[in-house]
């Protein structure tokens, strides 16, 4: 009886140990790993401040030649390097740059893009993480004030220089139990009709109306990550690229909340 009972204290105490481990793994040490990581591919991107974003790409791609671009919005964590392996969406989202797992995965390119960044549009995951890595802080484009002072987000391929007036925040549901389910997953359009009829039903779902325009000639940037409003929920931020010779000015004073933005079926129940 004794030697059951010491047993019993001794798994107890493993078990303890077991999870502790766990628990300050996920809350200190994998976060502490991909911020380091993380700051050791900003520090080869941002070496030479006077070289151009064809040559810092391509620096990158020396450490892994699937890293396809990088996507930086300031006032926030969102500077990272984006990863492109075509046809499949789901690697990345586990591993890092690296090509090693990690539960904060990376920024990746939508497989859907066959065409890569240079789809009409470029669809980009990143995890929502609880504290603020990889895309969860495309939330803040939920708050006008932010809207107004970052209507510009920077992404730079191999091809060069890329700043994209954001047009659109929406909420949308991944299950029909939550209602109909907008597909924003449109990379290809096959006239000009199809690319607006896209647009107008996008900004329709907008919490923010932005005064950018958007015509049928324009690259579309849409940047997506999990939501927590319901059970796998999404957020989704979208801008179209600069056009040549293009002012940055965005009129950051006429941007301002939607009145009656159209929101999944069940907000509606």
Same mark, same amino acid.
């Given at each position: 009886?004794?030697?059951?009972?010491?047993?019993?204290?001794?798994?107890?105490?493993?078990?303890?140990?077991?999870?502790?481990?766990?628990?300050?793994?996920?809350?200190?040490?994998?976060?502490?790993?991909?911020?380091?990581?993380?700051?050791?591919?900003?520090?080869?991107?941002?070496?030479?401040?006077?070289?151009?974003?064809?040559?810092?790409?391509?620096?990158?791609?020396?450490?892994?030649?699937?890293?396809?671009?990088?996507?930086?919005?300031?006032?926030?964590?969102?500077?990272?390097?984006?990863?492109?392996?075509?046809?499949?969406? $789901?690697? %990345?989202?586990? =591993?890092?740059?690296? !090509?090693?797992?990690?539960?904060?995965?990376?920024?990746? /390119?939508?497989? *859907?893009?066959?065409?890569?960044?240079?789809?009409?549009?470029?669809?980009?995951?990143?995890?929502?993480?609880?504290?603020?890595?990889?895309?969860?802080?495309?939330?803040?484009?939920?708050?006008?004030?932010?809207?107004?002072?970052?209507?510009?987000?920077?992404?730079?391929?191999?091809?060069?220089?890329?700043?994209?007036?954001?047009?659109?925040?929406?909420?949308?549901?991944?299950?029909?139990?939550?209602?109909?389910?907008? $597909?924003? %997953?449109?990379? =290809?359009?096959?006239? !000009?009709?199809?690319?607006?009829?896209?647009?107008?039903? /996008?900004?329709? *779902?907008?919490?923010?109306?932005?005064?950018?325009?958007?015509?049928?000639?324009?690259?579309?940037?849409?940047?997506?990550?999990?939501?927590?409003?319901?059970?796998?929920?999404?957020?989704?931020?979208?801008?179209?690229?600069?056009?040549?010779?293009?002012?940055?000015?965005?009129?950051?004073?006429?941007?301002?909340?939607?009145?009656?933005?159209?929101?999944?079926?069940?907000?509606?129940?």
């Amino acid at each position: 009886m004794i030697k059951i009972r010491k047993f019993i204290r001794i798994l107890c105490v493993i078990v303890f140990l077991v999870s502790a481990y766990a628990l300050i793994d996920l809350l200190v040490i994998s976060p502490m790993k991909t911020k380091s990581d993380v700051q050791g591919v900003k520090d080869v991107y941002y070496e030479n401040s006077g070289e151009s974003k064809e040559n810092k790409i391509e620096n990158l791609q020396k450490i892994n030649s699937e890293i396809c671009g990088w996507i930086k919005i300031d006032d926030t964590n969102i500077d990272y390097p984006v990863l492109y392996r075509p046809g499949d969406t $789901d690697f %990345y989202l586990s =591993h890092d740059y690296k !090509k090693e797992s990690s539960r904060y995965g990376s920024i990746t /390119v939508d497989a *859907r893009c066959m065409e890569g960044v240079s789809s009409r549009n470029i669809i980009l995951h990143g995890h929502h993480m609880k504290d603020g890595q990889m895309f969860a802080d495309l939330l803040k484009f939920e708050d006008i004030d932010f809207c107004q002072k970052h209507p510009i987000i920077h992404f730079d391929t191999i091809d060069g220089e890329g700043k994209w007036k954001v047009f659109a925040i929406f909420k949308t549901n991944t299950l029909p139990e939550h209602g109909e389910i907008f $597909d924003y %997953y449109i990379t =290809h359009f096959s006239d !000009k009709s199809e690319f607006n009829q896209y647009v107008k039903d /996008v900004r329709r *779902r907008s919490l923010v109306d932005f005064p950018a325009d958007v015509k049928h000639t324009d690259q579309l940037l849409t940047l997506s990550t999990c939501s927590y409003e319901r059970k796998d929920f999404r957020t989704v931020v979208m801008a179209r690229k600069l056009r040549r010779n293009e002012s940055e000015d965005a009129n950051a004073d006429k941007i301002k909340k939607s009145e009656e933005p159209l929101m999944p079926d069940c907000y509606y129940k």
